[in-house]
């Protein structure tokens, strides 16, 4: 019997469900994440490729060093491996958006860049 996907919060300050995230498929993983507003995520790297889609709420990515572009639904952002990365809500609901790892996420792919800095 499948097990419905559940919500957890984690240190990058932001929430998270794993739909996709298996052993057997390596090849990638698929989450949603949901930031409340005012919140600016944990400035963090990834050993993966990702795509985030955004669902609903605005924004502000920051990705790499370039300068933070606004981000709403409907918007799909391509965050490359090893790029610096944060997200803001800058709206008044969740943003809330769906991250494509390529390979799938492992935690032992996470990099906090605040506490590099």
């Not at 929430?15 to 298996?22: P, Y």
């Not at 924004?59 to 491996?81: K, L, N």
């Amino acid at each position: 019997m499948k097990q419905a996907a559940r919500e957890f919060w984690t240190d990058e300050r932001c929430f998270i469900t794993e739909l996709i995230n298996a052993t057997s498929h390596p090849g990638a993983s698929l989450a949603r994440c949901r930031v409340t507003p005012g919140t600016l995520t944990q400035k963090h790297a990834l050993d993966v490729d990702e795509w985030y889609v955004l669902l609903s709420g605005e924004g502000q990515i920051f990705v790499g060093g370039a300068p933070g572009y606004a981000v709403t639904g409907g918007d799909t952002v391509h965050i490359p491996r090893g790029q610096a990365q944060q997200i803001r809500n800058t709206g008044t609901v969740d943003l809330v958006f769906e991250c494509l790892c390529m390979p799938r996420f492992t935690a032992d792919a996470y990099r906090n860049l605040e506490t590099e800095e």
